[in-house]
């Protein structure tokens, strides 16, 4: 990938991660930016990336690259019904009247975005060292990490382009991507959403991938 190229790539083979220069910097990461914006942004999209090494494709390459399937029978089953799961959650999605996003299309960027972001949250708590961050603009550092998460994926396009995507591309569209929150629990206590109301999913429908 060029440096000017905004994007991020798991190559299994090299049992790689990589992430060009243009993704380093806003909307997805400042270092001079509060440590909530950055685990929320790019924190999220390296735990995507980190994801893909343990998804339905990273399973059949181990620690070296080798092309050998690590998983057992257990865990793949449970990796199975977390992604149906989450399938039909995306197929609910209605992107242009009539037209709603392919669940199975896009799980593997789904599975990545959920775990992704989970990782990213647990890491963010992590690194405050079990103290709560001080609040920045009225919003407490819970509430900072999810506007970042969702900024990072602030999409405009055209409805003909929008109809492309949903049919052939591998990812959801990023107003759908910003909707991973929902699969989240502290989603919920960030902002107190409740029942009723759109991000709002019932703990049952909650997808926990790991
Ligand atoms: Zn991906």
Known sequence: ????????VNLPVQNALN??????????????ADPAFNYGAIGSVIGHEISHSFDNN?????STGALRNWWTPADFKRFQQAGDALAAQYDEYEALPGLHLNGKLTLGENIADVAGLAAAYDAYKHSLGGKEAQAIDGYSGD???????AQAWATKMRDEQ???RVLTDGHAPGQFR???VRNLDPWYTAFDVKEGEKLYLAPDKRVKVW
């Not at 990938?1 to 991020?8: D, E, F, G, R, Y």
């Not at 990273?58 to 181990?62: E, K």
């Open 1 to 8: 990938m060029p440096p000017q190229l905004v994007n991020a």
């Open 19 to 32: 992430f060009p220069a243009a993704i380093l910097q806003r909307p997805f990461f400042d270092p001079k």
């Open 58 to 62: 990273g399973a059949l390459f181990d």
């Open 143 to 149: 509430q900072r990490f999810f506007i970042a998460y």
């Open 162 to 164: 929008l109809r492309q």
């Open 178 to 180: 910003a909707l991973t």
